[in-house]
Each structure stands twice: as structure tokens, then as C-alpha cells.
């Protein structure tokens, strides 16, 4: 949460507090919602003034997915409508939908994912059109190992062990975990790693023994970078995504985490077992990972009716 963002829920709280009398319990609700919501919000590289009904919707789906009651996502709206209210008051910036707000369902919704098809449109558009291959990067890292964006912008040359195929994530929590990548997504990473400042970083980190100090200090940088040099932001990614995706022809909104949702939800259509993907995704619950088998199984059910002669 940034300082700004801190500023505006304490305000957004004292006012409520003397204003409309709530009760400290109320209160200490509301500041526990509001903060679920700046941290979605914030992992999915949106700030408060690039709020929309997509991304509110996209908040209620995710809590529908941890199974929370239905009283307390009604109480979650609630909370989020209030605060943006106060903060397009406060000039924090301007959200249309509010009026209609109330109409956002709470029923369980499934999160949202590409095909393969538009999976493939995302990538070819960025690295058509991006030429330092960095954008195109970050979107196949995002879709390759299923990492939230958060995950990404933290990568390392350090996380990455070559030789076993593998990638040390460090999740929520700071829980790590490994995630397998294939030839070809390093192939396609050290084009974009030997095309720019960082050459022959990749290749240097399958040599063994001693390093110098610069090669340790490479070994910590950031992967994917801005255009000072410093760790991209989740908003920066969030952004990007948006455009390629623009580019794409793809029309509904889409965020980082779309992609993750689309690795989970490709992998168990291929097959894979759900305790598989929960350990690839990082899930400390199981329950959080069988919603992508409600997804397969209604792809099933769709595919049937569109097929089978008795449903015509």
C-alpha cells in the first residue's frame, strides 16, 4: 500500500467515524476490507485513480473463489462503493459506475482466462511490436510459469537454476516454491537478456565455482527493468498488458493475473492433477485451486451441448 493510498483510508475512516457513528467493530471491518481491496488492486498493478467496474468485479470474483460468506462480500461492496465515493469527492479520482454499483452480483463467478488462441495473439503482438523483447518477455513469464505480478517484478538472475530447469518463486507469505520451465521459454528469455545491457548474464549463470563480486551483484538484479534501470512496477506490467492486448483485438478486460489463471485453468484441461497446479500456483489451501476444475468441467459441458446431436 503506498503513502497516498494509506492517507486516503484513514481519512476515509475518520470520516466515517464522525460522521456517520460506526462502531469501532464496523470500522475495524471496513479498514479489513478496504485493504483486501487495495491489495488485489495493488497486485494487479491498478492504482486508485485507474479504478473501474472491471476490476471491482474482478475483486468479488476472487473472494467468491476463497468460499467467503455471502454477508461478508455484500459487506466488502459496500465498504469499497463508500470509499470511492470519498475519494472521487476528494479528487482522488472518477468512477462512473458507482451508480450502478449496487447490481454487482455476488454469486459465484469463475475467474476469468484466455484461450490458447488469445494466448497466442497477446504474445505475438508484443513481440511484434516491441523490439527490446522485454514486454514479451514479462507476458510469457506471467503465462509460462503462472506467476502472480508481484512474483514477476521481483524476479532475479538468482532464482533461476539453469541447469535443473527450475525457478526458486517466492510467493505470498514469502513461501517459496519451484516452478519448471521449458527449453523454450529460456530460449526466448536469453534473446531478450543477450540483446540488451545484461549480455552473456544468462550463459554466465550456468558457470560453477567462484564468481567475482560484479557477477554476484549481477546475480541479484532485476530481471525485467524500467527504462531508468530500476525493478519494473506491477502498474507499469498492468499496463503493458492492456495495450498488447489492445493490440491483440482482445476487448474485455484483462490483468496480469488473467494469465495465471489461464496457465491453471490450460493446465488442468490438459490433464494435470489438481495438487499438481496447487503446488505450481503457490495455494496453501486446495480449495483455492478446485475452482479451475469447475472450469474444466463446464468447458466439458459447453463442448457437449455444442456437439452432441440430442442437445441440438
Same mark, same amino acid.
Given at each position: 500500500?503506498?503513502?497516498?493510498?494509506?492517507?486516503?483510508?484513514?481519512?476515509?475512516?475518520?470520516?466515517?467515524?464522525?460522521?456517520?457513528?460506526?462502531?469501532?467493530?464496523?470500522?475495524?471491518?471496513?479498514?479489513?476490507?478496504?485493504?483486501?481491496?487495495?491489495?488485489?488492486?495493488?497486485?494487479?498493478?491498478?492504482?486508485?485513480?485507474?479504478?473501474?467496474?472491471?476490476?471491482?468485479?474482478?475483486?468479488?470474483?476472487?473472494?467468491?473463489?476463497?468460499?467467503?460468506?455471502?454477508?461478508?462480500?455484500?459487506?466488502?461492496?459496500?465498504?469499497?462503493?463508500?470509499?470511492?465515493?470519498?475519494?472521487?469527492?476528494?479528487?482522488?479520482?472518477? &468512477?462512473?459506475?458507482?451508480?450502478?454499483?449496487?447490481?454487482?452480483?455476488?454469486?459465484?463467478?469463475?475467474?476469468?482466462?484466455?484461450?490458447?488462441?488469445?494466448?497466442?495473439?497477446?504474445?505475438?503482438?508484443?513481440?511484434?511490436?516491441?523490439?527490446?523483447?522485454?514486454?514479451?518477455?514479462?507476458?510469457?513469464?506471467?503465462?509460462?510459469?503462472?506467476?502472480?505480478?508481484?512474483?514477476?517484478?521481483?524476479?532475479?538472475?538468482?532464482?533461476?537454476?539453469?541447469?535443473?530447469?527450475?525457478?526458486?518463486?517466492?510467493?505470498?507469505?514469502?513461501?517459496?516454491?519451484?516452478?519448471?520451465?521449458?527449453?523454450? &521459454?529460456?530460449?526466448?528469455?536469453?534473446?531478450?537478456?543477450?540483446?540488451?545491457?545484461?549480455?552473456?548474464?544468462?550463459?554466465?549463470?550456468?558457470?560453477?565455482?567462484?564468481?567475482?563480486?560484479?557477477?554476484?551483484?549481477?546475480?541479484?538484479?532485476?530481471?525485467?527493468?524500467?527504462?531508468?534501470?530500476?525493478?519494473?512496477?506491477?502498474?507499469?506490467?498492468?499496463?503493458?498488458?492492456?495495450?498488447?492486448?489492445?493490440?491483440?483485438?482482445?476487448?474485455?478486460?484483462?490483468?496480469?493475473?488473467?494469465?495465471?489463471?489461464?496457465?491453471?485453468?490450460?493446465?488442468?484441461?490438459?490433464?494435470?492433477?489438481?495438487?499438481?497446479?496447487?503446488?505450481?500456483?503457490?495455494?496453501?489451501?486446495?480449495?483455492?485451486?478446485?475452482? &479451475?476444475?469447475?472450469?474444466?468441467?463446464?468447458?466439458?459441458?459447453?463442448?457437449?451441448?455444442?456437439?452432441?446431436?440430442? &442437445?441440438?
Amino acid at each position: 500500500m503506498t503513502q497516498g493510498t494509506f492517507n486516503a483510508e484513514e481519512n476515509w475512516l475518520a470520516c466515517l467515524r464522525v460522521e456517520r457513528g460506526l462502531s469501532s467493530n464496523t470500522l475495524s471491518a471496513y479498514r479489513s476490507d478496504i485493504r483486501d481491496f487495495f491489495r488485489f488492486t495493488g497486485n494487479n498493478g491498478c492504482e486508485i485513480k485507474d479504478i473501474n467496474a472491471g476490476i471491482v468485479q474482478s475483486f468479488i470474483n476472487f473472494k467468491n473463489e476463497t468460499g467467503i460468506a455471502r454477508r461478508s462480500i455484500a459487506r466488502a461492496i459496500s465498504a469499497i462503493k463508500n470509499f470511492l465515493e470519498y475519494a472521487q469527492f476528494s479528487g482522488l479520482g472518477q &468512477y462512473p459506475f458507482l451508480s450502478v454499483m449496487e447490481s454487482v452480483k455476488t454469486e459465484a463467478h469463475f475467474p476469468d482466462y484466455l484461450s490458447g488462441n488469445e494466448v497466442d495473439l497477446l504474445l505475438a503482438a508484443a513481440k511484434t511490436k516491441d523490439k527490446t523483447g522485454r514486454d514479451y518477455s514479462m507476458l510469457l513469464s506471467l503465462y509460462t510459469l503462472g506467476l502472480r505480478v508481484s512474483e514477476l517484478t521481483e524476479l532475479t538472475f538468482r532464482n533461476f537454476n539453469f541447469d535443473d530447469g527450475f525457478v526458486r518463486v517466492r510467493g505470498k507469505g514469502s513461501k517459496e516454491r519451484l516452478v519448471p520451465f521449458p527449453e523454450f &521459454y529460456i530460449r526466448e528469455l536469453g534473446t531478450f537478456l543477450n540483446a540488451g545491457d545484461q549480455t552473456n548474464t544468462l550463459s554466465a549463470s550456468h558457470h560453477k565455482g567462484k564468481q567475482n563480486s560484479q557477477q554476484n551483484s549481477q546475480q541479484n538484479e532485476r530481471i525485467f527493468k524500467n527504462r531508468r534501470g530500476g525493478g519494473i512496477s506491477r502498474v507499469s506490467v498492468w499496463k503493458i498488458m492492456k495495450n498488447y492486448a489492445r493490440e491483440a483485438g482482445i476487448i474485455r478486460n484483462v490483468f496480469p493475473h488473467t494469465l495465471r489463471h489461464s496457465f491453471a485453468t490450460h493446465m488442468i484441461q490438459n490433464g494435470a492433477d489438481i495438487r499438481t497446479v496447487q503446488i505450481l500456483l503457490g495455494h496453501s489451501d486446495i480449495k483455492t485451486t478446485e475452482i &479451475y476444475t469447475h472450469l474444466s468441467t463446464e468447458n466439458l459441458k459447453r463442448e457437449v451441448a455444442r456437439c452432441h446431436p440430442m &442437445y441440438k
